[in-house]
């Protein structure tokens, strides 16, 4: 799609969308005008802005195969950008807000699917969220099960409930939600799990498993392309 817009949308408005608000937009490759369009709105994690280097790397890997990436920054991380000083995540009623913000915007503006997640806190609030917005799907990648050392304090709660088709996509070794601690929870049939063999918070392998940081987070991207496209 030339320019990068949207489907059925003219060009202009959805680059003057994107600039405007500072997003990254990586477009859906190999489609054609009028191609049924498939989008994701990836947010970032706690600690590393919206163009991480893996959040780059996932977002290219998706629009590779035809899955358009929207990026965006929660507050403190857009205020970091601008005066490059570290301070914590919002409060969370001012992150749900920024992510109800953005979908109200985007939405409109998207002829297909509009799935919504993001890297661990990212992707946590946006399931806080999902089923109250009506995003088609929501996308988690390494899901903040509990905070560091506190598998018995879960956040999970509103996952067994949770009505909105998701994806999570967890390494087994995951310091923020291993497989054993995360199979021992109730959650809803809504969720699929995709287990990444020897994988930490960024889905990276230990060297012994045989895989490399490579192979899971393209095995995440395809699984992520079939779920919501």
Known sequence: MSNGQLAGIDGDQWRHLIERHGWRWNAPQNQEDGAHLCCLILAHGAGAPMDSAFMEEMAQRLAAQGLGVLRFE??????RRLDGGKRPPNPQAKLLECWREVYQQVRPLVTGTLAIGGKSMGGRMASLLADELGADALVCLGYPFYAAGKPEKPRVAHLAEL??????VQGERDALGNRQAVEGY????????CWLEAGDHDLKPLKASGFSHSDHLQTAADRIMAFVC
Not at 74 to 79: E, L, N, R
């Open 186 to 193: 109730v959650l809803s049939p809504a969720i699929e799990l």
């Open 74 to 79: 929660f507050p403190y991380m857009a205020q």
């Open 163 to 168: 009505k909105t088709p998701t994806l999570i």
